[in-house]
T-cell receptor, first 116, second 114 residues
Framework: GAGVSQSPSNKVTEKGKDVELRCDPI?????LYWYRQSLGQGLEFLIY????????KSGLPSDRFSAERTGGSVSTLTIQRTQQEDSAVYLC??????????????FGPGTRLTVL | QQQVKQSPQSLIVQKGGISIINCAYE??????FPWYQQFPGKGPALLIA?????SEKKEGRFTISFNKSAKQFSLHIMDSQPGDSATYFC?????????????FGPGTSLSVIP
């Protein structure tokens, strides 16, 4: 079946512009995560959606970052007034709800964002 | 309390050698410990995982050793191959609750040289 997809795969923008990154999770997966990965660095947690619960936004680095998940499926990460330090690969992952067992996170290929 | 520590940051191993990556956690509520492998330009993918009720899990050349009392776990890659060159992330999760957010370690970049 189809995996997690993300679009665009690459995005080049000018400093100060807004960008929207899209994630299509695997059908039926209730959990959705956004991570940021700078070159050669680890996975920086941004936000976690689990079913109908309020999202865990504790990783969002500033109020320029926001995310929503419509209908429990597609998610959009929005970065307003982009800065050069926002340049990174943005990864999305989804998984089934736990239900008492670990459910593997499936990652998308990422969106490489470059802010000039 | 939510943090997962990982070392070393980078590792270079000769082909055929043993690669060892160590992780530690503080929150005893964690009850599942997966390892993810990431190749350049790709998203991470689940490699192997362990629950704290066992001390070791082996899948092929990959083994997780788990020390519950020390709150430490490690990944051993036997007979390391150049194709194992990747970044490895340990992680921890609480699957017995409704809040099963996965906490990742900072990652280890492994290079296996011929």
């Amino acid at each position: 079946g189809a995996g997690v997809s993300q679009s665009p795969s690459n995005k080049v923008t000018e400093k100060g512009k807004d960008v929207e990154l899209r994630c299509d999770p695997i059908s039926g997966h209730t959990a959705l995560y956004w991570y940021r990965q700078s070159l050669g660095q680890g996975l920086e947690f941004l936000i976690y959606f689990q079913g109908n619960s309020a999202p865990d936004k504790s990783g969002l680095p500033s109020d320029r970052f926001s995310a929503e998940r419509t209908g429990g499926s597609v998610s959009t990460l929005t970065i307003q007034r982009t800065q050069q330090e926002d340049s990174a690969v943005y990864l999305c992952a989804s998984s089934r709800t736990s239900g008492g067992v670990y459910n593997e996170q499936f990652f998308g290929p990422g969106t490489r964002l470059t802010v000039l | 309390q939510q943090q997962v520590k990982q070392s070393p940051q980078s590792l270079i191993v000769q082909k055929g050698g043993i690669s060892i990556i160590n992780c530690a956690y503080e929150n005893t509520a964690f009850d599942y410990f997966p390892w993810y492998q990431q190749f350049p330009g790709k998203g991470p993918a689940l490699l192997i995982a362990i629950r704290p009720d066992v001390s070791e899990k082996k899948e092929g050349r990959f083994t997780i050793s788990f020390n519950k009392s020390a709150k430490q776990f490690s990944l051993h890659i036997m007979d390391s191959q150049p194709g194992d060159s990747a970044t490895y992330f340990c992680a921890a999760s609480r699957v017995k609750t409704s809040y099963d957010k996965v906490i990742f370690g900072p990652g280890t970049s492994l290079s296996v040289i011929p």
